[in-house]
């Protein structure tokens, strides 16, 4: 971890020297290890989510693929409430309705869109966060990457904090560029970069310029694979919306997570569950995550926003 103080309990400089990934070997800092190897893990977030959604089917769930633009309901719901009954969305240019007893709104930062089609019960401001990342293509055939992360201090030279992220296949992924763009609820809301998200090019210059610093491997022979950005999802107070939406039988909402949605997924998936099949999620207190903590209550009126109709101000 060059340029950071890690933890992992005092280690000589042998114990250091074995886990120092063989491409680390240009201009480096300061290391410190902030793990050995057994008490670490990652999983690419792609193959992740393949591989749920295939292990889903093999379970005889149906997966249907379409943009989400609504949801039916009926007037019998819980305290004379509302209750979905269905998911409005378009497919092939063809509007189509997906009954349904429950629905989890799960759409990253595009979730927020959700506010028009629950008529307002339920306010979801998000910003996205579209940042850019870099894969490295893998070297000559037979030669492999160290499985060992990287984390860096800032390097004001290039405007990066790189994390780097050797994969099974030998190819590095890597993050941390800086430069990104935010982009407001309003603009989520009407789709934007949703179907196309373009990488920042002089980000990308930026990355690649500030890896080669510290790995002459890379400089003499690296190549880049991909170029590519993502959307962070991140509501005002960097917590998520998990919870039922206010009003709506059946109606949920899991979203706003930022970067940490892989590593939370599994915990997150099964608090909901035991929320929409139990009543209560118990393995998780989701009180601090209240889809409805922005909504401002009816009836009352005053200078600046609330939070559950506690004045926060003119600021977040």
């Not at 792609?46 to 769930?61: D, H, N, P, R, S």
């Not at 910003?127 to 030669?143: D, F, L, N, P, Y």
């Amino acid at each position: 971890r060059p340029g950071k103080g890690g933890g992992g309990g005092k280690k000589t400089k042998g114990q250091i020297a074995e886990v120092m990934p063989g491409w680390l070997d240009g201009n480096v800092g300061g290391v410190s290890p902030l793990g050995w190897g057994d008490d670490t893990a990652q999983v690419t977030p792609k193959e992740f989510t393949q591989k749920l959604i295939e292990g889903a089917v093999a379970g005889k769930v149906s997966v249907t693929k379409g943009t989400c633009i609504g949801v039916v309901t009926t007037s019998d719901g819980d305290d004379g409430g509302k209750k979905v009954s269905g998911v409005r969305y378009e497919r092939d240019g063809k509007e189509e309705v997906l009954e349904c007893d429950a629905v989890v709104v799960s759409a990253g930062p595009w979730s927020c869109a959700a506010e028009d089609w629950f008529d307002s019960a339920v306010k979801l401001p998000m910003e996205g966060v579209k940042s850019t990342s870099v894969v490295w293509k893998a070297m000559e055939e037979g030669r492999s990457v160290d499985a060992t992360a990287l984390f860096c201090g800032e390097d004001h030279r290039f405007g990066t904090h790189l994390e780097v992220y050797p994969r099974p296949d030998n190819t590095i992924y890597m993050c941390g560029i800086g430069g990104s763009d935010y982009i407001p609820t309003e603009d989520l809301k009407k789709g934007a970069f949703r179907e196309v998200i373009d990488a920042n090019p002089t980000r990308v210059d930026a990355a690649a310029a500030a890896f080669r610093e510290m790995s002459e491997s890379y400089r003499a022979e690296g190549e880049l694979e991909t170029t590519q950005a993502c959307m962070r999802p991140c509501p005002p107070d960097a917590m998520p919306y998990m919870g039922a939406i206010p009003g709506y039988e059946g109606a949920y909402v899991n979203a706003g997570h930022n970067c940490w949605g892989i590593a939370w997924a599994p915990a997150c998936g099964k608090a909901m569950a035991e929320l929409i099949l139990e009543g209560e999620s118990k393995c998780v207190d989701l009180t601090p995550f209240d889809p409805a903590r922005f909504t401002p209550v009816k009836g009352r009126g005053s200078r600046g926003r609330k939070r559950r109709g506690v004045n926060v101000g003119e600021q977040w």
